[in-house]
């Protein structure tokens, strides 16, 4: 009876108040040897594949990069002179110049949670500077973002969570939406859009930064279904997410604006370049 | 004469065993079919040992798997309190069963476990309405005859009783 009353109170004071964050964050470490242990064999046998790969595997993949390095630098190169053409056009219209970011690699650990939420741990926690509401990518497109942290690791949502919605918009036109998750990891619902808006299947939706949570112009997904419902005010938009949610081991953490113990970006703004093309 | 000796450790390091399987990475074709380990492990040894292993510790492995997924903290909590608490009011009856009937029962218990959790899935909003949601119920009963044998041999050669 008494173990009844003190768990009812606890759900109660855990997803009503939220209450209980420091104590879940003491127990969260307290569990955390068991996730270590879990995903120890699987460490393992990446590192193990990883220091055994055949040399010619080696040679290829180091040639494979060293063309994509190129290729990147060269985009990056024209990259930069936009970033400082726009950044002089934005001066002139007198617009808020564009924050800068910082991101850092994690990597998830190979642990299940909860089946029924999506949900992944990451191996890298307040201690790394990772705070509660930080977005998580991955190269393709938007992942998530960090909803619990302690000081080993941290838990973040997808986007593909029922009770996770991200404001995007329409990168061909600037429409306005909200992609909410709907539970499966190849699914977005993209809400509210009338019968008559601009909208068709290809279409790429980027964040649209209204939240204030995520930068804006990072690709969340690509529209997959238009279906015009006459006599529904809205039509049933779908979109696939670009970012391989259930594939990824490694993510990025973005850091936007000021962050108290930033270090300078490395890339963005520092380089001296930049001759208007 | 260590032969005699009672090695008590052997219970935690089962509920041990069983939180990792919990969250041990599965094919995703099997994720719905997870057997409920703690469960199962905590209903044996409330079943076994009813005087030492009571509702609390129930409670307390159902707390760190909350932590463990994730979950809203009591809601794996309170229903393994009350597994326990059922295990431990018919453990004499279900002790005498043949095993296939013992499965029955321990089904029944994670039934109720599930139901519950499932409840507060719903009412957090976490709604997980499909069959597949019942999978773990089905494997952990089929489960049941080599859990119950392999903790009793376990228990047996720790000299518990």
């Known amino acids: 009876m008494v173990f009844l009353v003190l768990s009812l109170s606890l759900m109660t004071l855990d997803h009503r108040f939220g209450h209980l964050d420091r ?35 080696l040679q290829e993949e180091n040639e494979r990069l060293h063309r994509e390095q190129l290729l990147l ?3 990056l190169q024209r990259f930069e002179g936009v970033q400082q053409e726009n950044a002089r056009l934005r001066e002139l219209l007198e617009a808020s110049q564009r924050l800068e970011q910082r991101v850092m690699v994690a990597e998830l650990l190979s642990v299940d949670l909860d089946p029924y939420k999506q949900e992944i741990l990451l191996n890298k926690g307040s201690r790394d500077g990772v705070r509660v509401g930080q977005p998580m990518i991955d190269a393709e497109g938007v992942m998530g973002q960090v909803v619990r942290v302690n000081p080993l690791h941290a838990t973040a949502i997808l986007v593909s969570d029922p009770s996770h919605a991200l404001p995007v ?14 539970g499966s990891p190849e699914r977005l619902e993209l809400r509210h859009i009338p019968n008559s808006a601009d909208i068709r299947v290809g279409d790429i939706v980027t964040t649209s930064g209204l939240g204030g949570r995520f930068p804006p112009d990072y690709p969340v997904a690509e529209v997959t279904e238009v279906e015009r419902l006459t006599g529904e005010p809205f039509a049933r938009v779908e979109a696939r997410p670009l970012a ?27 380089a001296p370049a930049g001759e208007a093309p | 004469m260590s032969e005699f000796r ?45 005087g030492r292993i009571g509702i609390g ?9 909350d932590v463990l997924k994730g979950a809203v903290l009591g809601q794996h909590a309170l229903g393994l309190a009350i597994a326990a ?15 296939w009937q013992q499965a029955v029962s321990v089904g029944a218990m994670i039934a109720l476990h599930l ?47």
């Open chain 2, 6 to 50: 009672e090695r008590p450790w052997i219970i935690p390091l089962t509920f041990l065993a069983a939180l990792m399987l919990t969250v041990v990475p599965m094919p995703d074709w099997a994720v719905p079919y997870r057997p409920e380990w703690v469960a199962m492990t905590v209903i044996y040894w409330a079943m076994a040992l009813p």
């Open chain 2, 115 to 161: 139901l519950l959790v499932l409840w507060i899935y719903g009412i957090t909003g976490h709604k997980a309405a499909s069959w597949a949601y019942w999978g773990p119920l089905a494997t952990s009963m089929a489960l049941w005859p080599w859990v119950f044998l392999l903790l009793r041999d376990l228990r047996r050669r720790c000299c518990l009783r």
């Open chain 2, 85 to 99: 608490y059922l295990a431990i009011k018919l453990h004499q009856r279900i002790r005498v069963y043949p095993l």
């Open chain 2, 57 to 65: 510790i129930g409670w307390g492995m159902g707390l760190a798997l």
């Open chain 1, 23 to 57: 104590i879940r964050e003491v127990l969260e470490v307290a569990v955390s040897p068991i996730q270590y242990v879990v995903n120890l064999p699987f460490a393992a046998s990446d590192w193990a594949s990883d220091s055994f790969a055949a040399r010619t595997t």
């Open chain 1, 244 to 270: 391989r949610i259930d594939r990824s081991r490694e993510v990025l953490l973005v850091w936007t604006g000021t962050m108290p113990e930033a270090e300078p970006a490395a890339e963005a703004g520092a």
């Open chain 1, 73 to 75: 630098r060269e985009r």
């Open chain 1, 169 to 182: 918009q329409v990168i061909r036109n600037g429409l306005r939406t909200l992609a909410v998750g709907t």
